[in-house]
């Protein structure tokens, strides 16, 4: 597949980046050319696999267990009543495997939007 992150991935990945800058500094370097492997729709959600491809492997810079990255922000999109959830799925070697994103409406959600809005959770 190798696409490229549509304009709603590129957000949340930005928003992750400047949330955790300081902790993870790797991660602005692992998104430059990031590419998306494959996007698995739930029905609630969509899972977005990223190709291993040009990311590289850091050593010693995070914890050795697998690490979920989110923000203190909502994201809403116009399709939906309720802001989405979502989360970056870090591998032990700081290779970005996938983002989940959830929609916390109670219908089915096929990923569709044509705008969002990010503001600061209260």
């Given amino acids: 597949m190798d696409e490229k992150l549509n304009s709603l991935e590129h957000a949340i990945l930005s928003e992750i980046e400047k949330s955790h800058r300081e902790t993870y500094p790797f991660l602005k370097e692992q998104m430059l ?26 050593e010693n810079n995070i914890s050795k267990e697998k690490t979920y990255l989110g923000v ?5 999109i116009d399709t939906l009543d309720f802001p989405i959830s979502f989360e970056l799925n870090l591998s ?16 089915t959600w096929n990923g569709e939007f044509n705008s969002l809005t990010i503001t600061e959770e209260e």
């Fill in 33 to 58: 050319d990031l590419k998306v492997s494959s996007r698995e729709f739930t029905g609630v959600g969509v899972y977005v696999h990223f190709s291993h491809k040009g990311q590289k492997r850091q």
């Fill in 72 to 76: 203190s922000k909502s994201i809403y």
């Fill in 92 to 107: 032990e070697e700081g290779v970005l495997e996938f983002l989940e994103i959830v929609s916390n409406d109670d219908k």
